[in-house]
């Protein structure tokens, strides 16, 4: 009694549990449904969820039926084991009895525990599918790529769209055997009860025939498993260069098609064992096959490798290097950078300077690491703000094309003051970040610090293109708590002095939660029972959440890889994210792999986030890509056109950085285009190093304004050097271009083998060893400070390169560096100044070089304070000491004349 009553216990708890957790799935269900809706991408959410549910509909029905077909056939041996009479034997006395389940065991219940166990086992199969939707969509809505592999010629969508779907349903038959199989065997096993081994499987005609059948179609499924294993050579990493050599085409290839006929001579083997009954001939079948695939698979390959290949490895494999090659650029889009030819040995002379005035005002003499502290500083306003990241784009500021830096000024509630870390608080009032901050590139402070372009709460600018209409931030970088806007509680917008600013959310994009249905949905989906007790909230109070632009934007396009690196962008106006997603599939033939597996990417789409209402567009930006045409397909509507972004959206769009590292690593291997010389490595390549702080690390690719040799205007671009492998000179650098029409184009400019050309360690090497600039650092270092050495800039001009590396100085109890010195290095010069335009005048002569406040009074000095000019004065003037001190008389009188200058900007701010 008391077992049947814990019985009963359990099964009213299971299915209290399977209660709860069918509502939280279906709450989650609906929630999604509302979010999807309230962006308009419900589509999407059908798409999935349908795919998804009907595909683990059709596996679980299948392998019902199957499974099901085959334990009914062993109910015939259950039910006479349990009803046939068992013996006894105690010495001469032989008793006889019935099981005591042979009162209980019925067919028609035998057959129900069946059903019941086979709907089981069936749900778990289907459930192991939970994902493999965009396996099969992407099999049904295919797209060519119009390109073929060179060894079984098919084109490069059967092995990026269909092999994985095939490969998807051999393992769901292979398994579905395998567990039908192992069941039905075991049910032979222990209803047989006459003494033996394994053999008595095969000793009642019934299970000889069940279980010869099951073997047979593994067996068969097997043969198709070689066949897909073919295809599966052209991905190799066992040789000369990934993809299949010499010995894979010509060993391992042929292994597979003699294993294929194996299986199937094995398959007939066993069906014939059905009536000839000699179990040693099915041994012998599949022992055969065993030992045939550990020699064709292993020993035959690895003689073929030692005595055929080795020998003669290059001409062997040549073919398959070429492949490699070939495939590689394609997979890449190597093939479409431009190799040109850059001198590298022109002199620099002061009018290419001034000629180039605008190249040299937009190069970036701010770091983005030490600038955010800086920013963090000047610019957070309150503690619960922050700068997530600095973002680099360029505007169009006064007429002036100009790199600028800027950072979105997103909330942090962990930052609030535990005290106002109220419910209300945090999910009602303190509900978004407030505008940006901004600042050129170039522009430096009397004191070391960023020239704003855009500043404050609310938004201060003098541009009137820089104007923040709509500066409030409720999507962005930082943490993803939900918030509920349009409530009797006014939000927290900005402060202003002692008293706060407030607002109410003007949009509707986010899922109204209003009536008491959705708010206990949401109570219970959120596990916040405050949310259904509030009474703050009414009919028109909307929820917003996945607020983080990365679980939002990855929620509608999971199946897209995203750039780590999101931007803020101003537009009209608005503040906007940009983010660079890819396609990528690792199933690209004979392609060298990158980072987790993948070997093909295309940067096919640009992802646009309203910061305020939290939209998302995607536009493609690679037509051409059969990946996400196919998506395109799966999902119409979704993905627009990129003509149809706004034009000044358009104008910020970038060659992504992750991209670009992706190809200036592979480029460095695969520019060689020669067999032999690809073979021997001879002409490898590496990314820099530089230092950054004091330490040495992987130089990162770094946006600049810089007019390309030949053109006439100068552009937005990514550049990295390349040096030669184990060598720290310079012999090339690639560059991606990003405005207008020339969006997407890629080059790489190489320098004469015969020049030497110093790479960015030679550079940093030079500095260090440099009596006045060590001098200068040591002197800095001994006063409690520590030097921070910025990103060193290798900056092409005309046909030269000009070297720039700032240098920050950050007091040890402080967290605010500021720019103090800039180095330039030009040919065998390096020198070291407290602006860029002094370092220039240092190496090219004063009257040379006009710099821009002398070309524009109205800006830098004449529009400094008095208060700022005399501190100018001041580290002009112990700018000099210091050179005195040093016995650089040239940079001494260079200093006097410009402190000369400043004191002539002060006497005349002075009398205004």
């Known amino acids: 009694m008391r077992f049947r009553s814990r019985i009963v216990l359990g099964v009213i708890l299971g299915v209290i549990v399977f209660i709860i957790a069918a509502l939280k799935w279906g709450i989650g269900l609906y929630t999604d449904w509302l979010w999807f809706k309230s962006l308009h991408y419900q589509r999407v959410f059908l798409t999935i969820l349908l795919t998804e549910v009907g595909l683990r509909i059709a596996v679980g029905i299948t392998f019902f039926v199957f499974f099901f077909a085959n334990l009914l056939i062993v109910r015939k041996p259950v039910l006479e084991a349990i009803n046939n009479r068992q013996s006894v034997q105690d010495g001469d006395v032989i008793t006889f009895y019935r099981s005591p389940l042979a009162d209980h065991v019925t067919p028609k219940r035998l057959t129900l525990v069946i059903l019941a166990f086979s709907l089981l086992v069936s749900f778990f199969m289907s459930y192991s599918v939970t994902g493999d939707w965009l396996t099969l969509q992407k099999f049904l809505q295919a797209t060519p790529f119009n390109e073929t592999d060179p060894i079984f010629n098919n084109d490069i969508s059967f092995y990026v769209f269909s092999l994985p779907f095939y490969r998807f349903l051999y393992g769901l038959f292979v398994s579905s055997v395998l567990i039908t199989g192992f069941f039905a065997a075991v049910v032979y096993f222990l209803t047989d009860r006459t003494p033996g081994g394994f053999t008595k499987l095969f000793r009642t005609e019934t299970a000889r025939y069940h279980l010869s059948f099951l073997a047979a179609i593994y067996f068969i499924i097997k043969a198709w498993g070689y066949q897909l294993n073919e295809y599966l050579l052209l991905f190799s990493n066992q040789r000369t260069v990934f993809g299949p050599g010499y010995t894979d085409i010509h060993a391992n290839l042929f292994g597979l098609k003699i294993l294929v006929v194996i299986s199937l001579i094995t398959a007939l083997a066993i069906l014939v064992n059905i009536f000839l009954k000699k179990f040693r001939l099915v041994l012998y079948s599949i022992g055969f096959l065993i030992v045939s695939s550990i020699v064709l698979g292993g020993i035959y390959p690895a003689a073929i490798q030692n005595f055929i290949v080795k020998p003669n490895e290059f001409e062997k494999e040549k073919q398959y290097i070429e492949h490699n090659i070939a495939l590689t650029k394609k997979a890449y889009r190597l093939e479409d950078i431009e190799r040109k030819d850059f001198p590298a040995g022109g002199i620099l002379k002061a009018e290419d300077i001034q000629n180039n005035r605008d190249v040299i005002d937009n190069i970036r003499l701010w770091d983005y690491r030490p600038l955010q502290q800086t920013y963090g500083q000047m610019q957070t306003m309150r503690l619960y703000y922050e700068f997530k990241n600095i973002d680099i784009d360029r505007y169009t500021v006064n007429g002036q094309y100009r790199q600028v830096m800027l950072a979105p000024r997103e909330l942090n509630q962990s930052q609030l003051m535990v005290t106002a870390k109220t419910w209300v608080n945090q999910r009602l009032q303190y509900t978004h970040g407030y505008g940006v901050a901004m600042s050129a590139v170039n522009k430096v402070t009397s004191e070391g610090l960023p020239e704003f372009l855009i500043k404050d709460i609310p938004p201060v600018t003098k541009f009137p293109e820089l104007q923040i209409k709509r500066p409030e931030i409720y999507f962005g970088e930082s943490e993803d708590n939900y918030v509920i806007v349009n409530t009797k509680t006014q939000e927290f917008d900005h402060p202003k002095g002692e008293d706060n600013v407030y607002s109410t959310y003007e949009a509707k994009n986010g899922v109204k939660i209003g009536n008491f249905l959705n708010r206990l949905i949401f109570a219970f989906s959120f596990s916040d029972y405050k949310l259904l007790l509030a009474s703050n909230i009414t009919s028109d109070s909307q929820i917003l959440f996945h607020r983080n632009i990365q679980d939002r934007v990855s929620r509608i396009a999971p199946f897209l890889k995203y750039d780590k690196d999101p931007y803020i962008v101003l537009s009209s106006g608005k503040l906007y994210w940009m983010w660079d997603a890819y396609t990528l599939s690792n199933m690209y033939p004979y392609s060298e792999p990158f980072g987790e597996g993948n070997n093909y990417i295309r940067n096919s789409v640009k992802v646009v986030v309203d910061a305020y209402t939290g939209e998302v567009t995607y536009y493609v930006s690679d037509s051409k890509d059969p990946i996400i045409n196919t998506y395109s397909k799966i999902f119409p509507g979704v993905f627009l056109p990129l003509e149809n972004m706004p034009a000044d959206l358009y104008s910020h769009i970038r060659y992504p950085e992750d991209l670009f590292i992706i190809q200036a690593e592979k480029y460095a291997l695969y520019h060689m285009n020669n067999p032999l010389v690809f073979y021997n490595k001879e002409d490898k390549w590496d990314l820099p190093t530089e230092i950054f702080g004091s330490d040495e690390q992987a130089m990162e690719p770094y946006y600049t304004i810089t007019r390309l040799p030949g053109e006439k205007k100068p552009e937005y671009t990514l550049i990295m050097p390349f040096t030669p492998q184990n060598k720290k000179n310079m ?121 821009a406040s002398e070309e524009n009074p109205a800006s830098e000095n004449q529009v400094l304070s008095v208060s700022e000019l005399i501190k100018q004065a001041n580290s002009l003037y112990d700018a000099a000491q210091a050179k005195l001190k040093a016995g650089d008389w040239a940079g001494y009188g260079e200093s006097i004349k410009q402190l000369k200058e400043v004191l002539n900007n002060l006497t005349v701010q002075a009398t205004k």
């Open 731 to 851: 012999v090339a650098w690639m560059v991606a271009r990003s405005d207008g029409e020339n969006y997407g184009k890629t080059l790489v400019y190489e320098f004469p083998k015969q020049e030497l050309v110093y790479g960015p360690m030679l550079i940093e090497a030079r500095i260090n060893q440099d009596t006045t600039i060590s001098q200068q650092l040591a002197l800095w270092d001994q006063r409690g400070s520590s030097i921070i050495r910025g990103n060193l800039l290798v900056i092409p001009i005309k046909d030269s390169l000009l070297y720039v590396e700032p240098l920050y100085l950050q007091a040890k109890q402080s967290k605010m560096p500021e720019l103090r010195r800039v180095i330039v290095a030009l040919g065998d010069q390096v020198v070291m100044e407290p602006t860029l335009d002094m370092a220039l005048k240092r190496i090219f002569g004063a009257a040379g070089i006009t710099s």
